[in-house]
């Protein structure tokens, strides 16, 4: 395995130490009038650090800025890898801490995907073409490509070595 570059490992090792609440929210299934919908909130794949090789992790940031009134970010994103047939929800990152994040108009949030690259023909990979990124408390979701490589499996049902952290406040 490849190492990754130290700051790529400084920001995983943030993310996972950051905690507020032990809140688990699951996209859609916790409704919430004051929640972040995709159309009043931009939803976007950023900077990645894309794993090179089978066996390497690779970091993808998906950013959030809201675009309307006020809304509160409340749980883990709810992400699903799609490949042709198959759909697989990716679990938050092991120990990762759900906090709550209000944000005004303009303010911005990310999440980081972290994922292991699969060996091209192995059966176990997810052959992933897009993810689904639904915000707790929405019902609607934003479908972005997945342009990073095959995702390892760690069996041959979908069970994807990948993970979301929780959001985390960005710029200032």
């Known amino acids: 395995m490849r190492a990754i570059p130290l700051t790529v490992t400084a920001l995983a090792a943030a993310l996972l130490l950051t905690a507020c609440n032990d809140g688990g929210g699951s996209g859609g299934k ?21 794993a090179p090789a089978a066996g390497d992790t690779g970091e993808v940031v998906v950013s959030i800025t809201n675009q309307s009134a006020p809304c509160t970010l409340d749980g883990f994103p709810h992400v699903e890898v799609n490949q042709p047939g198959t759909t697989v929800t990716l679990k938050p990152q092991k120990g990762a801490k759900a906090q709550t994040l209000k944000l005004a108009k303009g303010d911005s949030a990310t999440f980081t995907v972290t994922y292991v690259r699969g060996k091209d023909g192995d059966g176990k990979n997810l052959k992933a073409e897009s993810m689904n990124v639904v915000l707790p408390g929405s019902d609607v979701g934003q479908s972005i490509p997945w342009k990073y490589g095959p995702i390892a499996g760690k069996t041959s049902q979908g069970d994807p070595e990948a993970s979301v952290s929780a959001f985390q406040q960005a710029g200032d």
């Open 30 to 50: 916790n409704r919430s009038a004051s929640g972040c919908a995709v159309g009043k909130v931009s939803v976007q794949a950023g900077s990645a650090s894309v």
